[in-house]
Every structure is written in C-alpha cells, then in structure tokens.
C-alpha cells in the first residue's frame, strides 16, 4: 500500500515525509489516527506528551485535545481532498476538518502555526484518561499565551 502524505510546500501546509519520517519512527512510536468516517488517515511519531485542554469558543464545542507536534513527524496518509479549512478571527489558525463527517484530527494553532496540532481524541487506542492534561485559558488568549511564553 502506497502512502500519500504531502510536502511543506503544499497549500494547507501538511508535511510529505517518505523516508525522513522513518527515522523518526524508529526512535518514537508511532500514533495512528483518523476522522469519524476513516477518509482522513494520518501517522505522528512522537511520544504522547504535552496534552492540553482549551476553552476558547472553538475548543470548548469541539471537545479538542491538543498534542502538538513538529510536522516533520506528522505523515498525511489519505485524506488530502476530504479536508476543509475553516479560519476566524486573526486567521492565524486553520482548522482542518472531513467534508464528509465533520471531524477536525488535526490543525494549524495560533499558537503554534509552525507545528501540527492533533486532536488526541482523534487517535486510535489511545485512553486519554490515563494521560495528564494541562489547560490553556482560551477565553483570555492573549494573556495566557504570554504567561505560557514566559514559562518557558
């Protein structure tokens, strides 16, 4: 089976990793997730660290998980003319989701637009439960996201 995953240059920003992404697999194991209805499939390699609950208006309606990660670790498996963006706001962040289900798996953060944010909740056999969480005050973004830059 042939993996369709796509380059930086592309226009939603998705990473094409092919055999970059193998070393990273190699030292990390491998996340597998996907939407409800399975067109958008996708792959991260990295631990399943640094998850963060927000309640900003998007958030908290969409029950996301964040974990996020460099896009070099993020493989687009299938899916690529299943996803819809939707910007608001600042426009900053694109929030990726299925024309088909309307599940969002991943997306661009304004927090983060340099890196991948995968929506947990969309990942396979993973008990989100057993994982700690923090929270970002979404509702005061400006602020907590100069306290967040300021811990680090």
Known sequence: MRRRVLQPSSSRGFVRAGRAA??????????RGSCHCGRIRFEADSELTGLSVCNCSMCRRTGYVHWTIPPERFRLLAGADD???YEFGTRVAKHHFCRHCGISPFRRA???????DVN???L???DLDALPTSR??????EAAFAARERAR
């Open 136 to 141: 970002f005050d979404g509702r005061n973004w």
């Open 120 to 122: 947990a909740r969309c």
């Open 22 to 31: 193998s070393v990273y697999a190699r030292r990390m194991p491998t996340q």
């Open 83 to 85: 996803i819809l963006t």
């Open 110 to 116: 304004r927090s983060d637009p340099d890196k991948i």
């Open 124 to 126: 396979e056999d993973v």
